[in-house]
């Protein structure tokens, strides 16, 4: 099992930017189909992106298409989610989620390991 530690939220204005970086220990990277979903207080997990393990395919959800970016460096066992046009409506905390089976999905419940989650808040 891997874990995960998440970084590189903070605040924002609107319009700004922001990269998060997801470190993975304990597995090797190649292995996991890698994503990242977001809570806001009182709202369920939703699902942002994911990318497989060989980064050949990615999947976004609609709401952050066009302005967000996954991408993975397996060689640091890292992932990232770069942030461009931030609304305020992006505010959340961001969660890191990995997947041993190879197939990008949706759905929180298939992912295996979790990070703590690192909280972005954009300001208007």
């Known amino acids: 099992q891997v874990q995960l530690v998440e970084s590189g939220g903070g605040l924002v204005q609107a319009g700004g930017s922001l990269r998060l970086s997801c470190a993975a220990s304990?597995?090797?990277?190649?292995?996991?189909?890698m994503a990242w979903f977001r809570q806001a207080p009182g709202k369920e997990r939703e699902f942002v992106a994911a990318?497989?393990?060989?980064?050949?395919?990615?999947s976004y959800a609609d709401s952050v298409k066009g302005r967000f970016t996954i991408s993975r460096d397996n060689a640091k066992n890292t992932v990232y989610l770069q942030m461009n046009s931030l609304k305020p409506e992006d505010t959340a905390i961001y969660y890191c989620?990995?997947?041993?089976?190879?197939?990008?999905?949706?759905?929180?419940?298939?992912?295996?390991?979790w990070g703590q989650g690192t909280q972005v808040t954009v300001s208007s």
């Open positions: 989620a990995s997947r041993i089976l190879p197939t990008i999905t949706t759905y929180s419940g298939a992912y295996g390991s």
């Open positions: 990318i497989s393990r060989s980064a050949s395919s990615t």
């Open positions: 304990g597995g090797t990277l190649t292995n996991y189909v």
